[in-house]
């Protein structure tokens, strides 16, 4: 059952999850979530594409181009870092973690709308209303305010998938261009993360829908002719990977690095399902729910989906919770569909207006809950410490001017690109390899710094160091064994900081690191 309304009444409806989304996502950037260890190598390499130094930091190939390049298009349109005129404040450093996640926070919005138009076209105006609020609104949605390449390519994925459904409506030249342009799209968002190709049979079942206007004429020719013309863009703008990595005859480790993490391997389960569902148990169930209902229903559209990529994230590489962000949108459309399907399934028998409210409030109930639960979570502050951490380290390097510092490259992309620091090491895990060209090395160490060294690597590291302070963060303020705190498990990058001095002699490859 569709509410009727007037058409221009309709188009104001969409402003409803835009708004909810811009809140969602523009509200206190800085502070929730913490900085994530990614979120750094990210902006850093955008930092360093604006530096003129090329697309490809490093000699490791992990991940394709287009993140680095689209950040560093936008940072040099607003003139980031420099147009801040960075200091060692908390209120400086916390704009210089703000920016990149505001860029993100527009993407949401975006995706909101993208995810409207999808659903309004494929099930009509209430089930979209609805799926766009809750991808709004919804706890695990505030992934996307992280510096992800999965908050970079959502867009583009919808958006190829939209520019498949417009094309469907459309005939001649028209339906062409919707075609190449929704192949366009998918090719960015795999230039961005290669999973993204998993969406190539939902939009290719997308792309051979039979147009209205076709009359069934040359059927086979023109789905042969229409998915030909939507592959190409989908195969040449990823192919530009590869391609500069041969034009720099480094084709050979390109393709090493791409195999060898092809086979990095942990379970998919505990890794991304698991803590879906426990920062988000509500939209997890319902979209589970609504979901089961598309296998009965035959819903090859959501089921095309979801499918290649469930089924991508079980046989490789290596899983994070974030990982799954290219599929919430499913989660949201089949949650809705359930819903509004059932509600309307009431709606149908002759109720009186109290009961007919009545049949609609658990659909307000849901979007209160999510938009209760998200406002709790994104109104604390979760980067306390590592911009304490930052502030120390930008002054202790510039008042002892023989130190080389190291630390998390959630923030360590700031000494040399927004302080200009030179003896700064991108990660600290680089202390194992090169030599610093200073008396002393200055760590900043963390969670993830023990993660990375191991227990014997940083106990040498702990006796070959003085701690000279140590920084607080507020996450064990907080239950984490209590729903919605147990978000919080997702956020222990700043939860103990240590800042430690030691010898360059001891904490050289040659020190405590040479080989045995």
Not at 286 to 295: I, K, R, Y
Not at 332 to 351: E, H, V
Not at 430 to 451: G, N
């Amino acid at each position: 059952m569709q509410i009727i309304l007037p058409p221009k009444s309709k188009k104001f409806l969409v402003l409803i999850p835009l708004v909810l989304s811009g809140y969602v996502h523009l509200w206190n950037p800085s502070g929730f979530p913490d900085v994530f260890y990614d979120e750094g190598y990210y902006v850093r390499r955008a930092m360093h594409v604006m530096a003129g130094l090329g697309p490809q930091e490093g000699t490791f190939y992990d991940h394709p181009y287009f993140g680095q390049l689209f950040l560093s298009g936008i940072f040099s349109f607003i003139g980031y870092p420099s147009s801040l005129n960075p200091q060692a404040t908390h209120e400086s450093i916390s704009l210089l973690f703000a920016v990149p996640r505001l860029v993100m926070g527009m993407l949401a919005i975006v995706d909101a709308f993208l995810i409207y138009k999808i659903t309004e076209l494929r099930y009509g105006n209430n089930i979209a209303l609805l799926a766009a609020i809750l991808f709004a609104v919804m706890p695990f949605t505030w992934m996307i305010r992280r510096v992800l390449l999965e908050s970079i390519l959502l867009p583009f994925l919808l958006s190829s998938i939209l520019a498949a459904c417009y094309a469907a409506k459309a005939a001649g030249s028209k339906r062409m261009l919707l075609i190449l342009a929704s192949g366009a799209m998918l090719g960015i968002a795999i230039f961005t993360k290669i999973p993204a190709f998993a969406a190539i049979p939902v939009i290719a079942y997308l792309v051979m829908q039979p147009s209205a206007r076709d009359n069934g004429e040359n059927t086979t020719r023109w789905k042969a002719t229409s998915l030909s013309l939507w592959f190409i863009p989908v195969i040449m703008i990823p192919a530009i990977w590869p391609m500069y990595a041969a034009s720099n005859g480094n084709f050979d480790p390109w393709l090493k690095d791409v195999l060898w993490q092809s086979r990095l391997k942990n379970d998919a389960i505990t890794g991304m399902w698991v803590p879906f569902a426990e920062i988000d148990p509500v939209l997890f169930a319902f979209g589970a729910v609504g979901l089961s209902f598309t296998v009965f229903r035959r819903d090859y559209f959501l089921l095309l989906w979801i499918v290649p990529f469930a089924a991508l994230f079980s046989v490789a590489g290596f899983h994070q919770y974030f990982h799954v962000l290219p599929i919430v949108p499913v989660f949201c459309i089949a949650s809705s569909k359930w819903i509004i399907d059932a509600t309307a399934r009431l709606l149908r028998n002759k109720l009186g207006a109290n009961m007919r409210l009545l049949c609609w409030s658990p659909v307000i109930a849901l979007v209160i809950f999510g938009f209760t639960i998200t406002t709790i979570l994104i109104n604390t502050d979760m980067t306390s410490a590592q911009i304490q951490a930052a502030m120390f380290g930008i002054n202790y390097v510039t008042t002892h001017k023989d130190v080389t510092i190291t630390a998390n490259p959630a923030y360590s992309w700031l000494f040399p690109y927004a302080f200009h620091l030179p003896n700064t090491l991108r990660v600290y895990g680089d202390i194992r390899y090169f030599e610093a060209d200073t008396a002393y090395v200055l760590l900043l160490t963390d969670a993830h710094f023990e993660w990375d060294f191991g227990g014997g690597e940083f106990e040498k590291v702990y006796h070959a160091t003085d701690r000279i302070a140590s920084f607080e963060g507020k996450v064990f303020q907080y239950d984490q064994t209590k729903y919605p705190y147990t978000n919080m498990e997702f956020n222990g990058e700043g939860a103990h900081i240590d800042a430690r001095i030691g010898p360059t002699s001891a904490l050289s490859p040659n020190g405590i690191f040479r080989q045995n």
